[in-house]
């Protein structure tokens, strides 16, 4: 990673923060299942086959899982597949399971070694995504896949205001405390900048409704998603402005009285160049004028 990129994120207490959600994770991976569920069918729906691939964000083996459940792996779609994550407690624990240990900011694999790399989880916690994203279409075989899931800008947009008016009534100042996240457009525009080949970028928004703000909160640190910001306060969140931040959550329930936390979840998709791909015609190739497909008067400018 270049010495000139911000440091937003706490690599480490990261690390720290998936060893310790990873005891408990089943109870609160329900975001992941539903996005390895999303992505399994998008692989599903690819004409190719894929010799070598990598999940990067193992989280218990949750994307492998549901590739073999859906007879993807093995004598299907992928015959080979490895794991990785920033801790080994967050890998999977099948027998049949090849698993990596690695940081997302420094990928170790040799060029145009896989033919398939999937982003289950993660890639939101990165400092240097260009760069991650670099090394990722670097690593792909040519007409190499890449497919990813990470929070988008619509994500905990409630949780994130209730903080900061919390913090302002409370406290006269507000410090962060809910990550940010890429803006979908923005996703699309690094595909292209890393260079991969028809880029794709969309998002889908998950409602998930909560007895209790408390309860957003719990999901939230067994996921291992607790603050990890670089820049966040050293001391303890004190009592008084969470309890005035669940309130103002809590206010904001729905006609139940569920508090719903919105996840947008942006899928991304690109291939590593290659020959056989489509290419955009050249300007000025066109053989049938805008203005008479559209039935219109073309005016000069």
Known sequence: MSDTVPIIF????????????????????????HIAS?????????????????????????????LQQTNMLGA????????????????S??????????????????????DLVVSLWGLHHVNDLPGTLVQIKRALKPNGLFLAALPG???????????????TDMRGGAAAHIHPFADLRDL??????????????????VPVRYASPFSLLGDLRGMGDSNILAARDKQSLRRDVVMRAMEILAEKADADGKTVAQF?????????????????????SAKTRLADALGTQETKL
């Open 264 to 284: 947008e979840i942006c899928y991304l998709a690109g291939w590593a160049p290659h020959e056989s791909q489509q290419k955009p015609l050249r300007p000025g």
């Open 38 to 66: 999303e992505l399994v069918e998008r692989l599903s729906m690819q004409t190719r086959d894929f010799e070598t691939a990598l999940i990067l964000g193992s989280c218990g083996g949750i994307l492998r899982d549901a």
């Open 76 to 91: 299907g779609k992928i015959d080979f597949v490895a794991e990785a994550d920033l801790t080994p407690a967050m890998l």
């Open 153 to 167: 800008n619509e994500t905990l947009r409630d949780l994130r205001q209730a903080f900061l008016q919390a913090e």
């Open 188 to 205: 699309g525009g690094l595909l292209q900048r890393a260079g991969f080949a028809l880029p794709v970028a969309d998002s889908d928004v």
């Open 93 to 114: 624990k099948s027998p049949r399971a090849a698993n990596v240990v690695l940081d997302e900011e420094t990928l170790p694999f040799a060029p145009a070694s896989l």
């Open 10 to 33: 706490d690599r480490q207490r990261l690390a720290a923060n998936r060893h310790r959600a990873a005891r408990n994770y089943a109870a609160h991976d329900f975001l992941q299942r």
